[in-house]
């Protein structure tokens, strides 16, 4: 009998499928990472609570050995797989192995996407549903970790106005305010700012703890230079720079035009088109309209009739 040379332990052993067949278990991480690439979709063999529960017992699993491991594997999952509702639950279950840890505020943290570094925050509705996940999970009440409220505030702070205006999640159960209330987050340069009528400003600061607070003046006369985060909470901050919003720009611009008599129907429709191309072009190069909205225009840029802005899209 060997003294030395001791028998390996099979990492694996043999098991009964979800299809009822024979198979093989697999190691814990290599589950895990396995079920972030498909979700927590319903499955053919599998009811998705089911699914859901297998899920956070292997996660459990991986995270008590290995916090790190864990949470690089929901940012891959996140940032390169593109699975959202499966790393927003496993962001939740990460917290109380992250409590007190550096690791949980860079954890939560946005993602810069330029050098590929930073957290779980790709977008900032990822805010919005981790939060809603957790209070799901543990109670409208529970106490929110430390380390998401950090690294929370950090990445309202990061975000650009475009961002901010972009995901308001207005009307939904957790909106980006609800967050901007919870993390009390600084009003920031990279926030930017925008120019308003300062009627209007006057108006929305109306009967808010912002009555008096000082302000800039704006380039033009009459109006004010508001940050947007203030704007934000104010509920004046607008959505720009979207296909929708450019579109309709470009549209009332036309029939301005046409009502004055500077264009011709006619005229007017060759023009909105110009316009139009112009503006898919601009986000199409910019990488600013996202897959479902180019998805949606699709349509709309066939009717452009330009072979350069269809070859981008």
Same mark, same amino acid.
């Given at each position: 009998m060997p003294k030395y040379n001791s028998k390996?332990?099979?990492?694996?052993?043999?098991?009964?499928t979800l299809q009822g067949g024979e198979g093989y278990t697999q190691k814990p991480e290599f589950e895990l990472v396995g079920m972030l690439a498909t979700g927590l979709?319903?499955?053919?063999?599998?009811?998705?609570?089911?699914?859901?529960?297998?899920?956070?017992?292997?996660?459990?699993?991986?995270?008590?050995?290995?916090?790190?491991?864990?949470?690089?594997?929901?940012?891959?999952a996140r940032t390169v797989m593109g699975q959202r509702s499966i790393s927003h639950r496993g962001a939740v279950e990460l917290a109380k192995y992250l409590s007190g840890t550096e690791l949980g505020k860079k954890f939560y943290a946005k993602r810069n996407r330029k050098i590929?570094?930073?957290?779980i925050i790709f977008r900032l509705d990822d805010m919005s549903e981790i939060l809603a996940c957790y209070k799901a999970k543990n $109670?409208? +009440?529970?106490? /929110?970790?430390? *380390?998401?409220?950090? $690294?929370? +505030?950090?990445? /309202?702070?990061? *975000?650009?106005?475009?961002?901010?205006?972009k995901y308001q999640m207005k009307g939904r159960g957790v909106s980006l305010?609800?967050?901007?209330?919870?993390?009390?987050?600084?009003?920031?340069?990279?926030?930017?700012?925008?120019e308003l009528p300062l009627d209007e400003y006057l108006k929305a600061t109306n009967g808010t703890k912002l009555v008096g607070k000082e302000y800039q003046s704006g380039k033009t006369p009459g109006t004010v230079k508001v940050p947007a985060l203030r704007a934000l909470v104010l509920g004046i901050l607008k959505q720009f720079n979207t296909v929708e919003d450019k579109n309709t720009e470009a549209g009332k611009i036309v029939s301005e035009k046409v009502k004055s008599g500077e264009l011709t129907k006619v005229e007017a429709e060759k023009v909105l088109n110009e316009a139009k191309t112009e503006n898919y072009t601009e986000l199409i190069k910019t990488k600013k309209i996202g897959?479902?909205?180019?998805?949606?225009n699709l349509r709309n840029i066939l009717k452009t009739n330009d072979s350069e802005v269809l070859d981008l899209a």
């Open positions: 390996v332990v099979p990492t694996t052993t043999k098991t009964t979709g319903e499955m053919f063999y599998e009811k998705e609570s089911d699914r859901e529960k297998r899920f956070v017992q292997i996660f459990s699993e991986v995270a008590k050995k290995d916090s790190t491991f864990a949470a690089k594997a929901l940012i891959y590929n570094e930073g957290g $109670g409208a +009440k529970a106490p /929110i970790p430390n *380390a998401i409220k950090k $690294g929370f +505030k950090e990445a /309202i702070e990061g *975000a650009d106005m475009y961002e901010l205006a305010v609800d967050i901007v209330n919870l993390v009390h987050p600084t009003e920031t340069m990279k926030n930017g700012y925008l897959y479902l909205a180019l998805l949606r």
